[in-house]
């Protein structure tokens, strides 16, 4: 057994030994201001990352850094209570050590979310985009040996963010009375926030909306045959027409990902509660 291998499966021993026995159905990654959510978990049990053998520690502003099981939308479920990101000097293998833990532990969904600046001028500040493509511009996380206890060396990516999950996602929110919008999310590594000209490029090769994380995990998710349902809320308008004395703030950013973060609980509750 590789050293990768026995690292993953030493932190999903360690988790399942905390869940009475009991497999999570979905998975679930909070982003940046977005830990609201497992709020809502209900009989959880809460395991810090700092005690989970071979897990790094979350650094991120807006990212509690919890490993969290309990009941959501009637299923037992599992969510990190904030992700890793490659921007905190962490490989990829450690950005993505809880996405392979979860499968381990029996996941059979994931639904990732994160806060990302809207590149389309039709996006504003508190919108939810659910994600029906990417453009990664991250390091890809399945470079190396690969592991065949996963995946094939060559997983197909037509299909990264589940159809059917979003097609349920946008009957939820008309049933809600939400707007949703779709879009192509792109990552770059950060942890600078982009510049206008940068803007303006993503948005010209196909970008809605930009942040730091994510695409990693969904790779990795799909490269285990995990259907993926991924959403961005929509924190600052990522233009490239501001004012001469605008500045970017990450404050700002969690704020408005914390505005909008009920709205997004209600959608992946009912998702899970669907499924």
């Given amino acids: 057994m590789s050293a990768g291998i026995e690292k993953i499966m030493a932190a999903a021993e360690y988790i399942a030994a905390k869940l009475d026995g009991r497999k999570p159905f979905a998975g679930i990654v ?19 990352y700092r005690e989970i053998p071979g897990f790094p520690v979350s650094t991120a502003m807006g990212h509690k850094g919890n490993f969290i099981a309990g009941e959501l939308g009637g299923k037992y479920v599992v969510a990190m209570q904030g992700r890793f990101h490659y921007y905190e000097g962490y490989p990829m ?7 392979r833990v979860m499968k381990v532990l029996g996941i059979q969904y994931l639904f ?4 990302a600046g809207g590149v389309n001028f039709d996006f504003k500040v508190g919108d939810l985009m659910v994600i029906n493509d990417h453009i990664n511009h991250l390091p890809n996380p399945l470079v190396g040996p690969n592991m065949e206890e996963f995946g094939p060396r060559f997983p197909d990516m037509t299909r990264p963010y589940d159809p059917k999950l979003r097609r349920m996602a946008s009957e939820i929110a008309e049933e809600l009375g939400y707007v949703l919008k779709n879009g192509v999310y792109f990552a770059s590594t950060g942890p600078t ?19 730091m994380s994510t695409i990693p995990e969904v790779i990795v998710a799909r490269h285990s045959d995990i259907p993926v349902f991924g959403m961005s809320v929509i924190t600052n308008e990522a233009h490239d027409d501001y004012a001469e004395d605008f500045v970017n703030d990450g404050a700002d950013v969690v704020k408005a990902a914390d505005a909008a973060a009920d709205r ?8 899970i509660e669907r499924l």
Wanted: charged share 25%.
């Fill in 30 to 48: 909070l982003g940046s201001g977005l830990g609201k959510l497992a709020d809502k978990i209900e009989d959880k049990v809460i395991i810090p």
């Fill in 193 to 211: 926030y982009e510049t206008p000209a940068e803007y303006k490029y993503y948005r010209l090769i196909g970008a809605d909306a930009v942040g």
């Fill in 112 to 115: 990732v979310s994160n806060a």
């Fill in 264 to 271: 997004m609980t209600d959608i992946f509750t009912r998702l």
């Fill in 93 to 99: 293998e450690l950005v993505t050590l809880p996405i």
